[in-house]
């Protein structure tokens, strides 16, 4: 007599697809990180105040804020698929046209485009990570996109660095405009489906009056990319102005997304032993100790180490405030809590650059200081939290 068939407890096999996503992902984040050591030093070379300096980098997140929140009606009208396309190609264009632009006002409205145009992209690719394998599986398979995230981190500000310092500062923004044509050869991983509604606003209405773990995960997303914009915005100018070289900041940033990979690969293979839901405390008190030393630090070395080691417990906020989302609201308005959570990001992304960039008047290491009050709200924020996860 044949034995019964044992239960295997090994986990489901990962999707196809989400590999094509994560690639996506990828091409997004690379495209975007290509700029990020010389966006800064580009603009100071032309003259520029830290006020414009922040505003203009700033600009961008402020765009993604409203396309994202809208980013629901697009995939119904056109689809998910066209609405990712539409995304990618219009990057491209504005990332070529940015150091092409001959005015202040140009600068801006570049980078205002950009940001509505990069908005489509990520609610859509967020939704249809999460509906890629079963809810057990959501944390792994969102661990494995942040890993691809992280690569593009990785690899973005490393080449960045190096065509700033060898080439010129523009050719990033050329580059970055490559890599965002060249994404869209992933675009089929995104289904050509059509979200049932047109109006996100009841969507939102509605997330809001019945999931309170959603919003919560939406400010928490906002102290922690007002933090990530600061560091993103003034390390090259505080670091070049210490005597760094834009192939070093491109470094420090690099060490960031080895650390960012590091973490994702935890969680992808130990999602079971590992929560990120009991790290977020302690990932946003080491992001925060990170950042806000950071004009004690001169040397590359220091910088890049006290980078790498606090994001290694940074990293783990992504994924676990994607988890949050996609557990707290009802399926039919994921897109919209997605783009709720995205917009959020952009909203911290946004003052950050901006507020720093006043703070900075008085000396770029000021623009630190923002960093140590936004870390202490996160924290109440997640101590308060009924929903936060017992040892």
């Not at 997140?61 to 994202?68: K, R």
């Not at 994921?334 to 900075?360: H, Q, S, T």
């Amino acid at each position: 007599m044949p034995s019964p068939v044992q239960p295997s407890s090994a986990p489901p096999p990962t999707p196809p697809r989400i590999h094509g996503l994560g690639l996506i992902g990828l091409g997004a984040v690379f495209s975007i990180t290509l700029t990020t050591p010389v966006i800064s030093l580009y603009l100071g070379r032309l003259g520029l105040s830290t006020v414009h300096i922040g505003g203009i980098i700033g600009a961008m997140s402020l765009a993604l804020i409203v396309s994202e929140v809208f980013a629901l009606g697009a995939s119904s009208w056109i689809g998910r698929r066209f609405a990712v396309l539409a995304s990618l190609g219009g990057s491209a264009i504005m990332f070529s046209c940015f150091p092409l632009a001959g005015s202040l006002a140009a600068l801006y409205a570049t980078r205002l485009i950009l940001g509505a145009a990069r908005g489509l992209l990520w609610p859509v690719l967020f939704a249809e990570v999460a509906e890629a394998g079963s809810s057990t599986r959501v944390t792994a398979l969102f661990a494995l996109f942040w890993l691809y995230f992280g690569v593009g981190q990785l690899l973005g500000p490393a080449l960045g660095g190096w065509l700033g310092q060898q080439i010129s500062l523009t050719a990033p923004f050329f580059g970055a405009a490559v890599v965002s044509l060249a994404t869209a050869a992933a675009v089929g991983a995104i289904r050509p489906v059509r979200d049932v509604s047109p109006n996100p606003l009841p969507s939102y209405a509605a997330l809001l009056r019945r999931s309170p773990t959603v919003w919560r995960a939406w400010l928490l997303i906002v102290c922690n990319t007002v933090v990530f914009g600061v560091y993103t915005t003034f390390l090259p100018l505080y670091a070049v102005g210490r005597g760094r070289s834009p192939e070093e900041v491109g470094l420090v940033f690099t060490g960031g997304g080895v650390a960012f990979i590091i973490t994702q690969v935890i969680l992808h293979r130990l999602p079971l032993r590992v929560s990120p839901e009991r790290l977020l405390v302690l990932s946003f008190l080491a992001r925060g100790v990170g950042v806000g030393i950071t004009p004690w630090l001169g040397s590359f070395w220091e910088l890049f180490t006290v980078n790498f080691f606090t994001s290694i417990l940074g990293a783990a906020v992504p994924p676990a405030l994607s988890t949050r989302i996609t557990d707290g609201a009802p399926r039919e308005n994921l897109v919209a809590a997605m783009g709720g959570l995205n917009a959020a990001a952009d909203l911290g992304f946004f003052v950050g650059p901006v507020l720093g960039g006043v703070l900075a008047g008085a000396g770029v290491q000021w623009a630190f200081a923002l960093v140590p009050a936004v870390t202490l709200l996160a924290v109440i924020l997640l101590v308060a939290d009924p929903a936060r996860p017992q040892a």
